[in-house]
């Protein structure tokens, strides 16, 4: 299946360069149908974390952001809205779900499952059916004069997999994620070993066209197995096949810079999977890794530093207050999950109860803040952080969570820039989302009073791409 | 006797101490203590009656009769206890998570265990005097995945219970596990090798493509000083390993009960250029001890597992002193995480069955296990210069009646049998079938 690697994302800066794009048909994506344009006025403005306009003004044209300021002419035509007594808020960003995207680890029909075992275990496999031990398949007699057949591609191995392509989201899911004043989200799978690139979407209705906004914004790498009994069987397995998977990558890398440059030597494989790893394995493109155990994340660290990986993302990172050495040594951004453990799933947590001569039960330990404090605690020991509901279900308690990691510690400023700005970037989409700048989308929250998370408040209104929710 | 912790602040205290360890800031000043008055059993200078032994900085600084202890640190009344080495235990799957077996494939050992650094075992563990362990993969392989050798530091980072300066380690098997005997499904009677010729074939085949993957890096190494524009070879993980049991630099322990499945790893072993560092199991070890021990090889057994399956038909509880007799390092390992709460009495097996002497025994537990991880430098024996890893037991620890007080790593006292209660609970709770 062909993919696009980069949705086309206009991304212009200028009022007039949008508009130039929205009239060119065939030339990347255009929204269809037509824009109703709106006026925000008399209203607060956050244009960014730690930016306020007390009173201002926000215009919203053919789904982006045509002004903002103290002092904005409203043009005519537009419809006004006097937002007096509320504020106004970048569209919130959820770095990482994995609501509308396809299991991993789904059902393949059994034909192909079996093709998968007998070619020893699908592409990314060690092939090796012939190899004593070295694989449960069976080898092709010689001289077979079969054409080989297409490469079978396993879902927990489908390196480049697009999950902006994927997203099929119900209109409820949409909606659930609005709710919360999330209009964009970070697609991540939910399994497998290297089950596709990470992407970016928006939370507009499904009728406005295509949510996707970027793809390839990052290459995922969980700790799953294959399935089946083939090796990979077993999490130990999984991270000795990554090890190895990211250095084939990084050999097929070292033969096509050598074959491009004319120098004697083997010619690259040119194997899809391989391939499709090259831009990671060679620092390019980011490696997400899905980890969240103070355990988990050491051995990050461990393959980021014997692999040379950069920029590189953890997600989930639950137990990263426990382990912030490890993060350090791997240079990591944290995505940091809102999806809180249960607190007698922490690792050593019968150790430290113990250690403060706590005999309570675990709600009313002080671990339980320990968890919800988790993103304050990394964000005051300098690790860049960014907010999501990975692992759990989209949206509506999305502000509440982070308004209980507020309580734990984490200032607001840093809440809204792990909602904004740090995801935008992490994300590849900075350019369209995460402030409100004119000629950004028009993705914005209103919210009643001055604080976007503090109880209480509820979410007036919410613009996906200048659309009204 | 019971004993009692002389200083009533020093309760508080540990508690905090241990607790800032648990959340990871760095260990207070906890690693300081002294037991006086204790029979010491140093395994390598004799037993010391009275005795006292002072750990600071977490290193044994003295040991003896007439030994002063510092102001200020924790002392342990020891009347009427013996102290001896932090036991060690040779192979253990205690605390590991994410499989023990990478079992898809027959030959593994580019995969490494990965430690659950908060699984209550290592608790119990400690409730049993063990303070390092070797934690091996499984034996489904005929070259399985590489072992952690950790000590039982319990509530520290998984990357902190690593023991610094042990072998790297790799797993190897032999007989039923290997050949899936007794597997009854069919995936695993697919997987080649079905038989043990089948076994020694498969190590042939798998050294024989390492020793050429060796050249190839040993030829680029060599024509990239001249020729900077070589290609780099693939490195495969696989083959690495195998090239580094070649050299020596990964020890292989290898499970094993019958006598010609252990004469054949020995000859396959001389064939092919590497050596065997330690037969794990060894059942038969009694019948083969001399060849064993000319390879150079050392053996850690059970105490008594007869019968358990076929293969272990011949299996006898003199096969520690037999071995022992003709000159081979024997260990005697839990391979359970039941029995590494009483390897003690595992070691006692040896008194009663061969008539060996008490400090052959407990050495079984202690020096020798430490020899065959690497680290008999550090652990496996009271002496000055040694990390502190003690274990106190009330009565002789090859007594029926004795049990572990104290379990010190470190100069930490991780176990302590007075304040055990309410972690014992909490362990309880969370492993609802396992035993305290």
């Known amino acids: 299946m062909a993919r696009t690697r980069l949705l086309a994302v206009p991304v212009a800066l200028s009022v007039a360069g949008t508009a130039a794009m929205g009239q060119s048909p065939g030339r990347g994506f255009s929204p269809t149908g037509t824009y109703t344009d709106y006026a925000l006025t008399n209203v607060r403005i956050v244009t960014a974390p730690g930016k306020v306009i007390e009173r201002g003004t926000v215009v919203v044209r053919d789904g982006r952001i045509a002004a903002v300021g103290a002092s904005v002419t409203v043009p005519a035509g537009v419809v006004r809205m006097d937002l007096a007594g509320n504020s106004v808020y970048p569209g919130l960003i959820d770095a990482a779900t994995s609501v509308g995207l396809p299991s991993p680890t789904r059902e393949l029909a059994a034909q192909t499952v079996a093709q998968a075992g007998a070619a020893g275990g699908g592409r990314g496999g060690r092939g090796g059916g012939a190899a004593p031990g070295g694989g449960r398949g069976i080898p092709l007699p010689n001289g077979a004069a079969a054409p080989p057949a297409p490469p079978i591609v396993l879902p927990e191995l489908d390196a480049d997999a697009e999950a902006a392509d994927m997203f099929a989201p119900t209109a409820d899911q949409l909606s659930a994620f609005r709710t919360a004043g999330v209009t964009t989200v970070g697609l991540v799978f939910n399994g497998g070993i290297f089950p596709g690139r990470v992407g970016a979407a928006l939370t507009g209705s499904r009728n406005d066209g295509r949510l996707g906004l970027r793809s390839s914004a990052g290459q995922e790498i969980a700790f799953g197995t294959k399935r089946g009994g083939a090796y990979p069987s077993v999490g130990i397995g999984s991270y000795a096949f990554i090890r190895q998977s990211i250095l084939d990558a990084q050999y097929e890398s070292r033969l096509d810079k050598a074959f491009k440059a004319g120098t004697p030597g083997g010619r690259p494989a040119n194997d899809p999977f391989a391939r499709a790893l090259m831009p990671t394995a060679t620092g390019e493109m980011p490696a997400w890794f899905v980890a969240s155990k103070e355990r988990e994340l050491s051995r990050v660290a461990e393959i980021t530093k014997e692999m040379g990986l950069k920029n590189v993302v953890v997600v989930g990172a639950q137990e990263g207050w426990k382990n912030v050495d490890a993060l350090k040594r791997a240079t990591a951004v944290a995505v940091v999950s809102l999806e809180f453990p249960a607190v007698d799933s922490v690792s050593g947590r019968n150790f430290m109860l113990y250690g403060a001569g706590k005999t309570g039960t675990a709600d009313d330990s002080s671990l339980a803040r320990d968890v919800r404090g988790n993103a304050g605690a990394l964000a005051k020991a300098g690790i860049p952080i960014a907010l999501a509901s990975f692992g759990g279900a989209p949206g509506t308690t999305f502000r509440d969570r982070i308004r209980m990691a507020i309580a734990a510690g984490l200032s607001p400023d840093d809440a809204l820039k792990a909602t904004t700005v740090t995801p935008a970037q992490l994300l590849g989409i900075s350019a369209a989302v995460g402030t409100i700048e004119p000629g950004k989308l028009a993705n914005l929250v209103v919210v009643t009073g001055n604080d976007l998370f503090a109880s209480g408040n509820p979410i007036k209104h919410v613009f996906v791409e200048g659309r009204l929710y | ?436």
């Open chain 2, 1 to 436: 006797m019971r004993i009692r912790i002389t200083d009533q602040s020093t309760r508080a205290a540990l508690a905090t101490a241990l607790f800032s360890l648990a959340i990871g800031t760095p260990p207070l000043a906890a690693q300081d203590v002294a037991i006086r008055n204790a029979t010491i059993i140093t395994i390598t200078n004799g037993d010391i009656q009275n005795g006292t032994i002072v750990v600071r900085n977490g290193k044994i600084s003295a040991v003896g009769q007439n030994v002063s202890i510092p102001v200020g640190i924790r002392v342990i009344d020891g009347t009427g206890t013996f102290v001896m080495p932090g036991i060690i235990d040779a192979h253990s799957h205690a605390a590991l998570e994410n499989g023990i077996n990478e079992g898809a494939e027959s030959v593994t050992p580019e995969v490494q265990v990965q430690l659950k650094n908060d699984d209550p075992v290592i608790y119990r563990a400690l409730a049993g005097g063990v303070t390092a362990a070797n934690l091996l993969h499984g034996s489904a392989n005929t070259i399985g995945g590489q072992a952690r050798v950790i000590k039982m530091r319990w509530g520290m980072p998984a990357d902190s219970m690593y023991f610094k300066g042990a072998y790297r380690i790799v797993k190897f098997a032999l007989g039923e596990n290997v050949t899936r005997a007794s597997s009854t499904t069919p995936a695993d009677e697919k997987r080649f090798p079905a038989t043990r010729m089948g076994v020694d074939f498969t190590l042939h085949y798998w050294f024989e493509k390492a020793k050429e993957y060796d050249k190839e890096w040993q030829d680029y190494r060599a024509g990239v000083k001249t020729n900077p524009n070589l290609i780099m070879p693939r490195r495969d993980l696989r083959l690495e390993a195998l090239t580094e049991i070649l050299h020596g630099d990964l020890k292989v322990h290898a499970h094993s009960y019958r006598q010609d499945e252990i004469l054949m790893l020995i000859r396959a072993a001389d064939d092919l250029g590497f050596k065997i560092s330690t037969f794990q199991h060894v059942l038969e070890g009694y019948k083969v001890a001399d060849e064993i021990r000319q390879h150079g090889a050392s053996a850690s057994t059970f105490a008594d597992m007869w019968a358990y399956k076929v293969e272990a038909w011949d299996a006898i509880p003199y096969n520690m002193a037999l071995m022992t007799e003709r000159g081979v390092l024997v260990s005697v390992n839990s391979d359970s995480d039941e029995r590494i709460r009483r390897l003690y009495q595992e070691a006692g097996v040896g008194v009663r069955y061969g008539n060996m002497p008490v400090n052959e025994a407990l050495k079984m537990i202690t020096l020798n296990p430490a020899k065959q991880l690497g680290v008999d430098k550090m652990v496996g024996s009271l002496e000055v210069g040694k990390d502190g890893d003690i274990a106190v037991f009330s009565a002789h620890p090859f007594s029926p009646n004795t049990m572990v007080d104290y379990t010190i790593v470190d100069g930490k006292v991780l176990f302590d049998r007075s304040q055990s209660t309410t972690l014992r609970k909490l362990v309880t709770t969370a492993n609802p079938g396992g035993a305290p």
